[in-house]
């Protein structure tokens, strides 16, 4: 039996604490320079009152994981991050961390999106880990690596940092993601579903000969 993964482990600053949303602000290393501003929800509903007092403006570390959020029949997934009550405390390590890993099966299928101006070449892949749904995105050469390697229903590993976002669906409106942004020498196909040709007994059925002249025809015609 695969064993799927679905944890995260941050290190931050608490900025802010608002109906038992913990907002944490997060600026670990970039690989090529500087350092990147996440800011975090955490959902803190399940830890005792008496652990958050006080807590804004204090350093955290926490291990968690993104848990999916009841939803009606046809609506999209909605998602929150939940910490495990034993690994959420106080730090005094500077160092700033947003480390994530999701091991889980591909339902659907990478998404390819091509590069558009200043927009960067992204795969989107929705990832099942054991029950929770959870969002994973590659950049550039590593977004059509994962398209070429990763065809539907595969184990798929990928590792790289959480990050949260809003954005606006044509059709939803206003919504929110949280998903794994993945490093590119972090993800790892596991088990490579076998892509089934169920036509490939039949496929010559259905050949039809062509003149190539009348074919030639046909295509400036229909241009």
């Not at 590069?115 to 995105?137: D, I, P, Y």
């Not at 929110?176 to 892509?195: C, G, P, R, T």
């Amino acid at each position: 039996m695969a064993k799927h993964v679905n944890v995260a482990f941050l290190r931050g600053t608490a900025e802010s604490l608002t109906d038992d949303i913990l907002l944490m602000k997060i600026c670990p290393p970039n690989p090529r320079g500087g350092r990147y501003e996440n800011l975090v929800p955490v959902d803190v509903s399940g830890l005792p009152k008496t652990r958050l007092k006080g807590i804004v403006g204090k350093r955290m570390e926490m291990a968690g994981r993104i848990v999916n959020l009841p939803t009606e029949d046809g609506q999209p997934n909605v998602s929150t991050f939940k910490p495990f009550k034993n690994h959420f405390e106080t730090t005094d390590n500077p160092e700033d961390v947003n480390r994530a890993e999701v091991i889980g099966l591909t339902p659907s299928g990478v998404i390819y999106n091509e590069r558009k101006g200043n927009q960067r070449a992204f795969s989107n892949v929705l990832m099942l880990a054991g029950e929770t749904f959870v969002w994973a995105v590659a950049f550039k050469h590593a977004a059509r690596l994962l398209k070429q390697s990763c065809p539907r229903g595969s184990l798929l590993k990928v590792g790289g940092r959480l990050n949260y976002r809003e954005y606006e669906d044509g059709d939803l409106g206003w919504r929110q993601v949280y998903e794994v942004v993945a490093d590119s020498e972090q993800i790892n196909v596991l088990k490579k579903a076998e892509v089934v040709d169920d036509l490939a007994d039949i496929r010559a059925l259905g050949e039809i000969e062509v003149d190539d002249d009348e074919a030639e025809a046909t295509t400036q015609t229909a241009i």
